[in-house]
């Protein structure tokens, strides 16, 4: 397998002394820098060949005749590569320019085989979970700033893929990832599809009127198409929506898509509209207002909102219930502070170099409770620390991205166990 061949030679863990094929002392000076792009597999490597130094690319294979199954022969980008590295060698190697390149043998220990082989095809969720308790504190804290930082730099790229569709406004992008959250999982994808299909500047237009902005969220998600609810407000909003459908020239969503499988009535996908409207109704700017919040108090007030009235004593339309208060509670409230907030601010401060705004960020996630679910809970038992949210987010980038794809051999947890024996 290539990859643990790459992890030995950027570890320099091979455990024989290297000889190029036809007899040369090869002393490794730099490995490089590992490329996972196309192109040789580590860049900016110094070698001394026999006393000689030589300075280029390296690249790794299985054995010598993948050089020639991959063709780089034939490809100008490999005439910088000054040494071919295989575990088996079984032909010679020539650029583009007919020069052959010194290749030399290494040999993976067999320690590091088994550990990965274990890792590699082992049935637990996360295949070092007896080790984690013995890894040093300190490694793994450190690990797991990484593992932050690397999970919202993976929300920027979807930030700033959104930022390009709407031609740099941030308004609508957070407009967009925030409409998303109010989904909270179940409705995630539709409550973006709602976003998508309502431009933020038409609810801007009828910012002023919560009955305007009720309507078209209501009107666009395809709840305000039937005929069987009576009451007064449904009517009214029915009325709003058909005159503000024509003006903008909309076209409504299928209702279906907005699901209330298995949900409590405070999180019926009514309620998180109507929760959602009122937000856009009483907080004009809200991008603006975030990235000059440097309080989490502020945040958490700007973002406690109700519904309106009708909702106090409804959780469907035309069906009456006690009065209960439809406040966004503590726990949703987190969601969309780490899931909308956190991100799009860390991305704005990645957008206009400014480090101190990234930084506020993670203090923010670092000031929140940690998320409840299947993965903190199973990464709980296994003794990682789990304080706050940016705690919680580790965990979930940890499981994603690397034990969910098996990338062992690119997370520090799995360096630790892999060189343990």
């Not at 026999?50 to 005439?79: C, L, Q």
């Not at 071919?84 to 320690?111: A, R, T, W």
């Not at 990464?379 to 969910?404: H, V, W």
């Amino acid at each position: 397998m290539e990859d643990i061949l790459h992890y030995v030679w950027k570890y320099r863990l091979f455990e024989n002394a290297l000889i190029t094929t036809d007899g040369l002392s090869v002393e490794v000076i730099d490995v490089g820098i590992h490329n996972t792009n196309q192109g040789p597999d580590f860049f900016n490597a110094k070698v001394k060949i026999d006393g000689e130094m030589w300075a280029g690319n390296v690249e790794i294979h299985t054995s010598s005749d993948e050089w020639v199954k991959h063709k780089h022969h034939e490809n100008a980008n490999y005439n910088s590569v000054i040494l071919h590295i295989v575990e088996k060698v079984n032909g010679e190697v020539c650029n583009q320019l007919n020069k052959s390149i010194p290749q030399c043998k290494i040999v993976v220990p067999q320690g590091i085989k088994d550990n990965h082989d274990f890792l590699l095809h082992s049935g637990m969720q996360t295949p070092c979970a007896n080790y984690i308790g013995d890894m040093p504190s300190f490694h793994l804290h450190s690990w797991m700033s990484r593992l932050l930082i690397e999970r919202l730099e993976r929300k920027s790229n979807h930030v700033f893929d959104l930022l390009d569709r709407y031609n740099g406004s941030w308004d609508d992008v957070f407009y967009v990832i925030l409409s998303r959250n109010f989904g909270f999982g179940l409705n995630s994808d539709s409550f973006e599809r709602l976003a998508l299909s309502l431009p933020l500047r038409y609810m801007q237009k009828q910012g002023d009127n919560i009955d305007q902005t009720e309507a078209l969220l209501f009107g666009q998600a395809g709840m305000l198409e039937t005929a069987d609810v009576e009451d007064d407000y449904f009517r009214k909003l029915q009325k709003e929506y058909e005159f503000l459908r024509t003006k903008y020239t909309l076209q409504s969503l299928d209702a279906f898509l907005f699901k209330k499988l298995r949900s409590r009535p405070t999180a019926f996908p009514q309620i998180r509209i109507a929760q959602l409207a009122n937000l856009l109704y009483q907080s004009h700017g809200l991008f603006s207002k975030i990235i000059k919040c440097e309080d989490i108090g502020q945040l958490r007030l700007m973002f406690h909102v109700n519904a309106s009235e009708y909702w106090q004593t409804h959780y469907s339309f035309g069906i009456e219930s006690e009065r209960k208060s439809k406040y966004l509670g503590d726990s949703s409230l987190d969601i969309i502070l780490i899931n909308s907030v956190v991100p799009v601010l860390f991305s704005y401060g990645k957008s206009i170099g400014n480090d101190e705004m990234c930084e506020r960020a993670t203090t923010f996630l670092e000031q929140i409770k940690p998320e409840k679910n299947t993965i903190t809970t199973s990464f709980g038992k296994l003794k990682m620390p789990l304080c706050n949210a940016a705690d919680s987010q580790s965990m979930i980038q940890l499981r994603r991205e690397y034990c969910e794809l098996r990338k062992c051999l690119f997370c520090r947890i799995g360096h630790q166990f892999l060189v343990s024996k």
